[in-house]
């Protein structure tokens, strides 16, 4: 599952107090302009700069250093930048960062963590309407996941009845005969309680005769 695609960009925060000096303002220029032209390497190169180069440390900075990271696809070296922009006192700017380590975490299939992160963002901000929309479809996809491993732990194993009539149905498909296929497995499930293990077979092939029909 991509997460990645459910990322909105925001404009990169710029609090006010960086603007202090006109040489910090012009890199702060050409930091906004290598994102904003999608320059994701150079951004990165451009705001390690600011913090380099003037020796300013700021929790705006590090939520602008995680994006770039991430869109130049180096999801490792974005976390902790999203982790330390998530203590921010903003509470907004601390919510994108918990929706985005939210992201990094579902991409890597750590989905209960990712979970929490996406929950926390909207305890920082029920208004964050990214994380709201990635923490329900979360939600859904795990609650669907332990439905179908629970239907999958709970279906018998077939009988050697069953696994022959399942045979049929297939040699069936490959004829393009779709309503015969189902129509043996209805038969069989009336005779075999165990057909049921192709259960999603079953769902498959009544689905594929209904647009048959329409």
Not at 45 to 62: N, P, T
Not at 85 to 102: C, R
Not at 104 to 109: E, S, V, Y
Not at 127 to 139: G, K
Request: negative net charge.
């Amino acid at each position: 599952m991509n997460w990645s695609k459910y990322i909105i960009s925001i404009f990169l925060l710029i609090p006010s107090a960086w603007t202090r000096d006109s040489r910090l303002n012009a890199a702060i220029d050409v930091a906004g302009e290598s994102y904003a032209n999608g320059e994701y390497e150079q951004s990165i190169q451009d705001h390690l700069a600011i913090q380099e180069q003037f020796q300013f440390q700021s929790r705006e900075l590090d939520f602008n250093l995680g994006l770039s990271y991430h869109y130049a696809e180096k999801d490792e070296e974005a976390a902790p930048y999203f982790d330390k922009a998530s203590t921010s006192n903003d509470k907004t700017l601390s919510s994108f960062a918990y929706n985005q380590g939210g992201v990094i975490l579902g991409n890597k299939k750590e989905y209960e963590t990712a979970l929490s992160k996406f929950r926390t963002a909207l305890i920082q901000d029920p208004l964050n309407e990214v994380a709201r929309h990635n923490y329900e479809l979360l939600a859904r996809w795990l609650q669907r996941e332990e439905e179908r491993k629970n239907e999958e732990e709970n279906q018998p194993e077939p009988s050697e009845f069953a696994k022959r009539k399942k045979a049929e149905a297939d040699r069936l498909i490959e004829q393009f005969r779709f309503k015969d296929a189902l129509q043996v497995m209805t038969e069989a499930m009336q005779q075999d309680e165990t057909v049921a293990a192709y259960n999603q077979f079953i769902t498959n092939l009544q689905e594929i005769v209904e647009i048959d029909e329409k």
